[in-house]
């Protein structure tokens, strides 16, 4: 009997060091996928970012288009709801019946304006484009913004959403 667990206890051993080795291994290679997996949200916000930024200067640098090429479909129908409460047919009260359950309308741009409450023309730049509130859903950022032109600043909270691997802008808000 005592020649048994003379062979089984470096049986014995040996399995259990092996298995160590095998549980370290694991979690050594999940830490080196959390590393790159946070490496890689770290350049899709960097993406994010740089995407906004340049989606703001180029539609401001432009005549003002309809937005379609940066705005989530509901964005689009939203703006486009909030310049009628001005010049159509659509009165505050209908227009937040149909957004307050999505949107913070209270916060929504003023007049035609996307990113300013006024015409999206002048000498615009960007002063700051900050991440805030980080979430599953999208990238939150605050934009600090410029008219050279009429010496305004501007301050608004965007959220970019991915659809189809594009980022699109899925609402603004003005800081109250």
């Not at 047919?89 to 929504?108: A, C, G, N, P, Q």
């Not at 003023?110 to 900050?130: K, P, T, V």
Request: proline share 1%; hydrophobic share 35%; with cysteine.
């Amino acid at each position: 009997m005592s020649k048994v667990f003379k062979y089984l206890i470096p049986v014995l051993l040996f399995v259990s060091c092996s298995e160590s080795t095998g549980t370290e291994e694991t979690a050594a290679s999940k830490q080196v996928e959390s590393i790159k997996d946070d490496v890689k949200s770290k350049d899709r916000l960097e993406e994010a970012r740089e995407w906004l930024k340049d989606a703001i200067t180029n539609y401001l640098g432009e005549e003002v288009g309809d937005g379609k090429l940066i705005l989530t479909q509901r964005m689009h129908e939203y703006w486009m709801d909030q310049i009628k409460t001005v010049y159509g047919d659509l009165t505050m009260d209908e227009f937040h019946d149909k957004w307050e359950s999505i949107y913070d309308v209270e916060r929504s741009t003023r007049d035609n304006g996307l990113f300013i409450d006024a015409q999206d023309y002048g000498m615009m730049r960007i002063l700051s484009c900050e991440e805030i509130n980080p979430n599953d859903e999208g990238y939150c950022f605050l934009v600090h913004l410029r008219d050279e032109l009429f010496e305004q600043e501007y301050t608004r909270e965007i959220t970019l959403v991915l659809e189809n691997d594009s980022f699109l802008i899925d609402e603004v808000r003005m800081m109250l």
